[in-house]
């Protein structure tokens, strides 16, 4: 899949959110998306979605089936989870049967059992979070496209996800993932793509392994901590309080 | 696509919000069949012309239901912009077709009609004519109104009233472009005055191409304005 010199801007006169963006994405690859808050990484994503046109520019050989994980999924609406689940399996276009076994499967791995005949806006937003992840895995999609995906989902669904993208990726699909918590480095292999003032620039995967490192500092020395880590070229991925401490 | 409308169609019929255009189209045949029988055939053409902002009024209300990620969604799921798109029309022609039903049904229940020189299966046929004459445009319009399109409430209904109001003004008889708005007073006049084969086929491309156009527009709009 290709974007071909793409530029996109929400209306007439309004700023470029994108610029210029030329990327290819390889069957069988996935890009970590970074990029500040605003910065264009959620645009970029619905942009490879097919949910927005470019203004100037192309994206072509998008693959048949595109699964998209929005950054909030839409609870406010009529149905329960499995009836949301199977309606949507239907619009994929599977059989009854098929969106049944598809419906139960995505149930049962995303731990949405007790959820069943929930309605869709009692759900919490980690819960709402799964449904949306399940929507888009129905029929095994060519292209996966999650918008911080680790967003309000329990430690327990965190750790599926990497599992999910590497099956997606062994099949032959592409997965694109935005993130800024760092859980990204769970997925080995992944080129990076940044996003910054409306540009885009990629980097090729690290082919060299990585590992991480959890390191317990006094309070009063974090911030030298993380000064001399990054200092010598490490990557802090986040700081968490100790609980309980 | 035919998933995907009745998606549509059961989360409209499902949050209750069928049920206000559904009132307010009994209201106001009440009122039009509540001053004593009319000859039917006659009738149903006047009953055309009051439901037609009904029928716009209700297609903005169930292209308006879906959240806005879920439209998107459903863009991705279906794979097609074009065919999501399409999928919303033909929910609310359904949506459409079941009030025309109820429109086609009351002045027989409440006995505000007779049947006339015409036969009942003719007045029937005719009755459903000019409704549907009245679908496509209604559908359309109430498209170029919905969120998708309009993103703001006030914008919707000023498109809404101002279409409606419009298709009324310059369909008026002596009117200087009564090709710029659907047929829907020339058609109340055939059903009232009578016409020819011919003229019911004039009134029936009028409509069918005022609904292509406007669809189109509907269509360019959303593609543009996701």
């Not at chain 2, 559904?22 to 012309?49: D, F, K, P, T």
């Amino acid at each position: 899949m290709h974007l071909d010199d793409v530029w996109l801007r929400y209306h007439r006169g309004a700023p470029w959110v994108l610029q210029a963006v030329t990327a290819r994405v390889e069957p069988g690859g996935i890009v970590v998306v970074l990029g500040r808050n605003g910065a264009g990484k959620s645009t970029l994503l619905q942009l490879i979605a097919g949910v927005l046109r470019p203004t100037r520019g192309r994206v072509t050989d998008r693959p048949a089936v595109v699964g998209w994980v929005p950054e909030r999924s839409p609870a406010d609406q009529t149905g329960t989870v499995t009836g949301y689940l199977s309606a949507m399996a239907a619009v994929r276009g599977l059989r009854p049967a098929a969106a049944t076994r598809a419906v139960d499967e995505w149930v049962q791995r995303l731990g949405l059992g007790g959820f069943r005949d929930v309605k869709l806006p009692e759900l919490s937003k980690g819960t709402a979070q799964k449904v949306g992840l399940a929507q888009a895995l129905l029929a095994p999609p060519d292209l996966l496209i999650l918008d911080e995906p680790w967003e309000g989902l329990d430690a327990a669904t965190r750790d599926l996800v990497p599992g999910i993208v590497l099956e997606v990726v062994a099949r032959g699909g592409s997965v694109l993932v935005s993130d800024h918590r760092g859980e990204t480095v769970r997925l080995p292999g992944a080129a990076t793509w940044t996003v910054a003032d409306g540009t885009l620039a990629t980097a090729a995967p690290d082919t060299g392994q990585r590992c991480v490192v959890e390191v317990a500092v006094e309070a009063a020395d974090l911030a030298d901590a993380v000064a001399r880590l990054r200092e010598q070229g490490h990557q802090v991925l986040r700081v968490r309080e100790e609980v309980g401490s | 696509m035919i998933a995907l409308a009745r998606m549509r169609l059961h989360g409209f019929v499902r949050t209750g919000r069928a049920v206000a255009p559904l009132i307010a189209a009994l209201a106001v045949l009440s009122i039009l069949y509540g001053g004593g029988q009319a000859e039917a055939r006659e009738a149903y053409g006047v009953s055309a012309l009051v439901v037609f902002p009904l029928l716009a009024w209700q297609t903005k209300i169930l292209l308006d239901v879906e959240p806005d990620v879920q439209r998107r969604l459903a863009r991705v799921a279906l794979g097609s912009a074009r065919h999501e798109i399409v999928a919303g029309l033909l929910a609310a022609a359904a949506a459409g077709l079941g009030t025309i039903a109820v429109a086609l049904a009351v002045p027989w229940i409440s006995g505000g009609v007779k049947t006339g020189p015409d036969s009942l299966p003719r007045i029937l046929l005719i009755g459903l004519g000019v409704h549907l004459l009245a679908l496509g445009p209604a559908v359309a319009l109430g498209a170029l109104s919905s969120r998708a399109v309009t993103r703001t409430a006030g914008t919707g209904a000023a498109v809404l009233v101002t279409g409606s109001v419009l298709a009324i003004v310059l369909g008026l008889q002596g009117s200087p472009a009564p090709w710029l708005v659907p047929p829907l007073m020339a058609a109340t006049r055939f059903t009232t005055s009578g016409g020819s084969t011919l003229t019911a086929l004039t009134l029936t491309a009028h409509a069918a191409l005022w609904t292509a156009a406007t669809a189109w527009a509907y269509a360019h709009l959303r593609r543009t304005r996701t």
